[in-house]
């Protein structure tokens, strides 16, 4: 059986120009984040205890837990709100359209009966507040012709709800049920986030005009602003006030956080300003998200990154997490420092690195900061490749990765191997043919005469197995710069999508588009285990265990399944839903235990344990 060990969990979505608003539940310390179509809940004093919900038939946009913390709402790109179980086997409880188009931000009432969401929509339907449990409008939202980026419920009565957005404007409601009463434009720009202090007495907008406007909570007017002499250079794009509502934080496109003391009059002077000392300085260290939660104070940046502060102790280092943003297209386990370290690649140009039990430890800082395509990782060195028919070969020396020259192959690159014991030697399969590569030299351009789908070179580097698009397999010897057809292999009856030679050496693996895995005795060239047709999509990818005792393959249908060789296929381990959207890396830190990444984004840890 398979038991997930651990989760690493994928970083919050981020648009450069736009804000993004993260939710919190102060009982447990976790927050929650969206990314692609799953909703991520993660414990800020336990990163690792990572609970993702995947859902939604669309993006996600934000998520909100309900003031008791049993249920959260969240909102997508086609305007539907889902309502679910924080707990157990997160049933839904309600699912409803709100908008017609995407919803930017949603907030529960304080009772938990209501939620308002606002986001974009045709006509002047850009916000809506229904009974949480059967969907009926509690009121009518006028005032907006344009796009509504945040919204907030007063959380103390008499109830109001303000909403900000696109046309400059800070709108004020009251209900239930909900009309309008006023509207403010002291802002100049685009309003991005609207936020009540918790007891109710004043909210705070924030803009892309670089202020930050403080109004009464209970009528709307103006009473105040973040002082200018101490402001932001650059758009505000979140705010979020402190527990005992005397502070807030703002983040700015600036790169800044900065603390404000909520002075009586209502204006807000800078207490101080959270520097993140691991900040590089470029455009990914743009701050467009901020909560602030019990003592913990949470930045967005970007990139992605989330940076925990502590709002009592100003001289504690903060922490932060990272991770991939977009999907992870491979996966390799090396051996640095004497610790096992798991390497994930996306095609963004991101490689993050983990290690187990310990989570992320930090990306690797490339010159060659161009896509992924293709990725290949040893102990001291990685080979990438791009879309721009170059590979590039550099040498690890911890985080940082040397600095050398491109090769250019001539055609865009399909797949990487190389070969482990000879590692010299690399081969590069392209649509027409394989090229070979010695160190830092293009030895042979091979034209082979068929449609080339993916390539491995034996450990040794004597031999080469080649995959095509009609399903066979062409096994060539390498000699010096040529290769030597020595036989061919039909057996997969669809496209063959990976290959990987056993560590030993004596057997591979192939799988194919048509769902059907084969492992083949290498001296022989038989087949060694097969009716491996347990997958009911694409097989994306082969891993092999240290010993070459089990097989694992992972699928466009979401699975990874284990085979032990010495016995039936039909007694295989098959973890269901790794990850949704389907699995694109695996690789196995030990005997063990085994990674597993793919289209969500995230990494996961598998122990093993024979049936």
Not at 320 to 337: D, E, F, R, T, V
Request: aromatic letters at 8%; hydrophobic letters at 35%.
């Amino acid at each position: 059986m398979a038991e997930l060990k651990e989760t690493y969990a994928c970083v919050p979505s981020t648009e450069r120009g736009r804000g993004i608003l993260i939710s919190g539940d102060p009982r447990t310390d976790s927050i929650a984040y969206c990314n692609g179509r799953a909703v991520i809940i993660r414990r800020l004093d336990a990163p690792m205890d990572v609970s993702i919900y995947g859902e939604h038939g669309y993006p996600t946009t934000v998520a909100r837990f309900s003031p008791n913390g049993e249920w959260v709402a969240s909102a997508d790109v086609s305007g539907t709100i889902r309502i679910w179980g924080r707990y157990g086997d997160r049933a839904l409880r309600n699912e409803f359209r709100v908008l017609s188009g995407r919803i930017d931000d949603l907030q529960w009432s304080p009772d938990g009966l209501r939620i308002v969401a606002s986001g974009d929509g045709k006509g002047k339907s850009f916000v809506r507040a229904f009974m949480w449990d059967s969907g009926s409008t509690v009121g009518e939202f006028d005032g907006h012709s344009r796009r509504v980026l945040s919204c907030a419920f007063k959380p103390t009565r008499p109830f109001r709800i303000v909403t900000c957005g696109e046309d400059f404007l800070v709108n004020f409601y009251e209900g239930p049920p909900f009309k309008f009463k006023l509207s403010q434009r002291e802002h100049s720009n685009f309003v991005n986030c609207v936020r009540f202090s918790p007891d109710g007495s004043k909210f705070i907008t924030v803009s892309s005009d670089k202020k930050g406007i403080i109004y009464d909570g209970k009528t709307g007017e103006k009473i105040g602003e973040l002082s200018a002499e101490d402001g932001h250079k650059g758009s505000i794009y979140a705010v979020s006030w402190s527990t005992d509502g005397k502070q807030v934080i703002t983040v700015s496109a600036d790169k800044t956080a900065k603390v404000w003391e909520i002075t009586e009059d209502g204006g807000g002077k800078l207490a101080r300003t959270l520097i993140n000392s691991g900040s590089s300085g470029g455009v990914d260290d743009m701050l467009v998200g901020c909560l602030w939660q019990n003592d913990h104070i949470v930045t967005v940046s970007l990139g992605g990154t989330l940076t925990i502060f502590s709002a009592t102790d100003p001289d504690k280092l903060p922490v932060s997490y990272s991770g991939h943003m977009k999907n992870i297209s491979s996966l390799a386990c090396i051996l640095q420092s004497g610790q096992k370290v798991i390497l994930s690649s996306s095609y963004d140009g991101n490689i993050s690195r983990w290690i187990q039990g310990i989570g992320y430890v930090g990306k690797l800082v490339r010159k060659d900061t161009t896509q992924i395509k293709c990725f290949a990782a040893l102990d001291e060195e990685i080979v990438t490749s791009a879309f721009d028919n170059k590979v590039w070969r550099v040498p690890l020396n911890g985080d940082q990765c040397g600095d050398t020259e491109p090769l250019d192959v001539g055609s865009q690159p399909k797949g990487l191997a190389v070969a482990v014991k000879a590692p010299e030697l690399a081969l590069v399969s392209t649509d027409s043919g394989v090229v070979l590569l010695q160190g830092s030299k293009v030895v042979s351009q091979i034209k082979l005469g068929y449609s080339v789908t993916t390539a491995a070179i034996s450990p040794d580097g004597t031999e080469a197995i080649v995959g095509s698009e009609d399903g066979k397999l062409r096994i060539y010897s390498i000699k010096g710069d040529t290769l030597s057809e020595e036989a061919v292999l039909e057996k997969h009856r669809g496209t063959i999508t990976a290959i990987c030679y056993s560590p030993d050496a004596s057997m591979f693996c192939s799988g194919d588009s048509n769902r059907e895995a084969v492992v083949w005795d290498r001296l022989s060239r038989e087949v060694k285990l097969n009716n491996m047709l347990y997958h009911t999509a694409r097989i994306n990818c082969l891993a092999w265990s240290p010993d070459s005792h089990l097989i694992a393959t992972g699928s466009l249908d979401t699975c990874v399944i284990i085979y032990e060789l010495g016995k039936p296929a039909s007694s295989r381990i098959t973890i269901k839903g790794a990850h949704q959207g389907g699995v694109y890396g695996i690789a196995f830190i030990d005997e063990n235990s085994l990674a597993s990444a793919g289209e969500d984004a995230c990494v996961r840890v598998w122990t093993l344990t024979p049936q």
